[in-house]
């Protein structure tokens, strides 16, 4: 404490010989001159220095300083070496800290880097204001990933309007069990077989009929689940223009489920899953055969890639080219199988009563390009060109900025998988659904079979109209652990929100 009390009086000392100090400061300084010996010698030194130099003549000072000394002194005054002298004692510095550029360096690179972390920390507050909320909880993904497919279903061709209906709304116990599953059947004798080339122009005028002919009747829908075959009657009104009325019939005949399906309007997709089903599968067809009395073309559908199984199996109506049955098999037997027990084709054209409260039909109506899918690939969704041997052909978002719901469709011309994607975390089970450990997510096993999991901050759930290609698809989904993100996580998610607004 001495000796900074030293340091502190030391600028006092010549004002203290000058006698210029007021009554308070000269008090002190010879408070502090009693008990310090040194400074005492000090101030007899600085004394005998003056006295020095007053008796010394003019004559023998030098006028003018030295060059040497003066551009030491110019060089040890850095950037103030221009101030006038009188300037000096009002600007406080440190004790014994002379002015130079060295200090001066110093003070500008300390600024800078006081600067530099300040617009780091703003740009992290910045980052971290921008990052995406919390995800939210999802519940009951499944009812809504299921009215998606239907809703995606009715835009396909060669689809039954039937069978989609009940894939969507129906459950297993509404269905009649008819009989045990078996084989796919064989091909019937003594028929005219047709060219390739002819089953192919076939198919094409049904996929082009399905919305175009106007036509009213009555089917059995057949379901092959497990080792059973579960059948309904449905009714159907095809109206062109405006869409179709399906209505499912219970066990003693009454209406049991009403549903409105829109006309197909992506003539694109009709022509990207009939390239699909000629790259997967062989078509070969006869003729000969009657349907409800009426001549048909039969194309049948045989696997390239599994020993040429028989797959699927169309009956063209040769004059509407409305598809009066269809079956699709897999190696246990029946799959799907629907068909008319009557029909009037070409009746006189009515109004569909609901056709307009019913037009929102689908929850996810923002369609996008392929484009998009390579957009939505960079921010974060999963959608990859191919899972189970099925090809990514649709891509649909609830909005075009940031959708927080992806909806894509996978098919191979004849099967069909949906995967429903939604940022946020699951909430708990799905309604009607239990724990599979073999495929580790929630699975509902109904008319359409559907598996529902959480990977990181996205709940997945994949539907299909053929169960046995649930658990492939499922296997080649992601499946990354749920982890919290720190604040640095937070900040470059921020910043990567901002980086995509910026560059669209």
């Not at 972390?117 to 939210?136: E, K, N, T």
């Not at 089953?199 to 497990?226: C, E, K, M, N, P």
């Not at 040429?308 to 049955?325: C, M, N, P, Q, T």
């Amino acid at each position: 404490m001495r000796g900074r009390r030293c340091r502190r009086l030391a600028e006092l000392r010549s004002a203290y010989l000058d006698s210029v100090l007021g009554d308070a400061e000269r008090e002190q300084v010879q408070t502090h001159l009693l008990s310090c010996p040194s400074c005492r010698l000090e101030l007899e030194d600085l004394r005998r220095v003056r006295k020095l130099l007053a008796g010394m003549s003019s004559a023998s000072v030098p006028q003018i300083a030295p060059t040497e000394l003066s551009a030491r002194l110019v060089s040890i005054a850095g950037s103030d070496a221009d101030s006038p002298v009188w300037c000096r004692p009002f600007r406080r510095t440190h004790a014994g800290v002379l002015p130079s550029r060295r200090r001066a360096v110093r003070v500008r690179a300390t600024a800078a880097a006081l600067a530099l972390g300040g617009l780091v920390g703003a740009s992290g507050v910045v980052g971290y204001l921008a990052a995406p909320a919390a995800p939210a909880a999802v519940r009951d993904p499944m009812e809504r990933a299921r009215s998606g497919f239907g809703g995606m279903l009715a835009e396909l061709p060669l689809t039954n309007r039937a069978a989609d209906a009940l894939l969507v709304t129906a459950r297993l116990d509404q269905l009649r069990a008819d009989s045990r599953r078996s084989g796919n059947g064989s091909k019937p004798s003594g028929r005219r077989q047709v060219t390739a080339a002819v089953a192919t122009a076939t198919l094409r005028r049904a996929a082009d009929s399905a919305d175009r002919v106007r036509f009213a009747g009555t089917q059995q829908v057949t379901f092959g689940r497990g080792e059973q075959l579960l059948s309904a009657a449905v009714q159907v009104v095809v109206e062109p223009g405006q869409g179709s009325d399906i209505r499912v019939l219970d066990r003693r005949g009454q209406s049991a489920v009403e549903r409105y399906l829109p006309p197909a309007t992506s003539t694109s997709v009709k022509h990207q899953l009939l390239s699909l089903l000629l790259q997967n599968y062989e078509l070969s067809g006869w003729q000969g055969e009657r349907v409800l009395g009426r001549p048909v073309t039969t194309v049948q559908a045989a696997a390239l890639h599994d020993d040429h199984a028989i797959a699927a199996r169309w009956w063209v109506d040769d004059v509407s080219g409305l598809v009066l049955r269809q079956e699709t098999y897999d190696e246990a037997g029946l799959v799907l199988g629907a068909g008319f027990t009557e029909v009037s084709i070409s009746p006189a054209p009515t109004f569909l009563p609901h056709l307009a409260p019913r037009l929102a039909i689908s929850s996810l109506p923002a369609s996008l390009a392929a484009s998009g899918v390579d957009q939505r690939k960079v921010s974060g969704w999963s959608c990859p060109d191919e899972l189970a041997g099925l090809s990514l052909v649709q891509v649909r978002s609830d909005q075009v900025g940031e959708p927080q719901v992806v909806h894509l469709l996978y098919s191979d011309g004849l099967h069909t998988v949906s995967v429903f994607e939604q940022h946020g975390s699951l909430a708990g089970p799905p309604t009607g659904s239990h724990w599979d450990d073999s495929v580790q997510a929630y699975r509902r096993d109904d008319v359409a079979a559907s598996a529902t999991w959480r990977s990181a901050n996205t709940v997945f759930t994949v539907v299909s109209d053929a169960p046995a290609l649930l658990e492939q698809v499922v296997s080649s989904l992601p499946r990354e652990p749920s982890l919290t993100p720190t604040t640095m996580d937070r900040v470059q998610a921020g910043w990567s929100r901002i980086r995509d607004r910026v560059t669209g």
